[in-house]
């Protein structure tokens, strides 16, 4: 008998193919380079070696700090929505205020435990505690800011309320009258008004939209609190 013929059309008499069969035609062109190095590009390496802060000197790091304490109260003084507070938070700011405050409400009598002013503990632990607490009350709002960032915010706020004592203590050496309280009402109301709005300027949009005044509030009693210690300030 003759054999039949295998078709090779025919699926179930073909043969196999190796799965790898037509890599053995491909060839590679030697002017293709299939070896190299992995460098990073000396312009990268320059901008790492430039934003590090470990080779600098101590003026430069001083200076770099105080250019940026200064553009915070910048912020603070010409209050406007921006994340620079909330970015580059530094409580630095925050302790120079804190004691110049403390430093301007000591009354120039000898016996200052008896006059009954305010002292220097006494002013720094009211700032201090009162923004921390103000600080928790946000974030049990459910606010999405951290612990440092409120109390840099609520820190550099201050800067209105120390430049309106250091008005009123100019103010008071012209000696007490109707007039003088006057002017230190006023002056006091416009930096009380602006403190709450440049820390509401920071802040509010961290809060959740229902619970913008619970949180706002505390911190209108807050700045409350130093204004009224500014204004019933008496040097003796």
Same mark, same amino acid.
């Given at each position: ?20 069969? /037509? ?8 002017? %293709?380079?299939?070896? +190299?190095?992995? !460098? *990073?590009?000396?312009? $990268?390496?320059i901008r790492?070696?430039?934003s590090?802060t ?5 003026h430069?790091?001083i200076m770099?700090d ?24 530094d409580l630095?700011g ?21 006059? /009954? ?8 632990? %009211?700032?201090?505690? +009162?923004?921390? !607490? *103000?600080?928790?009350? $946000? ?7 951290s ?28 000696g ?42 505390p ?18």
């Amino acid at each position: 008998m003759a054999e039949a013929e295998e078709s090779p059309g025919d699926p179930g008499t073909a043969s196999p193919r190796p799965l790898f069969a /037509g890599l053995s035609d491909i060839s590679i062109s030697q002017d %293709i380079p299939v070896e +190299g190095e992995i !460098t *990073i590009p000396i312009r $990268s390496r320059i901008r790492e070696f430039d934003s590090s802060t470990l080779n600098e000197s101590v003026h430069s790091t001083i200076m770099r700090d105080l250019k940026a304490v200064g553009k915070k109260f910048m912020h603070v003084l010409y209050p406007r929505k921006s994340n620079t507070l909330l970015r580059d938070w530094d409580l630095w700011g925050p302790l120079i205020l804190c004691v110049t405050l403390a430093l301007m409400l000591q009354r120039d009598s000898a016996d200052s435990e008896k006059d /009954g002013g305010p002292q220097f503990a006494e002013v720094f632990v %009211i700032v201090w505690f +009162g923004a921390v !607490t *103000i600080t928790l009350n $946000s974030k049990l709002l459910g606010g999405n800011i951290s612990f440092f960032q409120s109390l840099c915010v609520l820190g550099y706020c201050i800067l209105p309320l120390t430049v309106a004592m250091l008005i009123c203590r100019l103010v008071l050496l012209a000696g007490p009258g109707p007039i003088n309280f006057m002017v230190r009402l006023f002056v006091v109301i416009v930096m009380f008004a602006w403190s709450i709005v440049a820390s509401t300027a920071f802040l509010a949009d961290s809060q959740p939209p229902n619970r913008r005044a619970l949180a706002v509030y505390p911190v209108f009693l807050f700045y409350f609190v130093i204004s009224w210690m500014i204004l019933t300030f008496t040097p003796q």
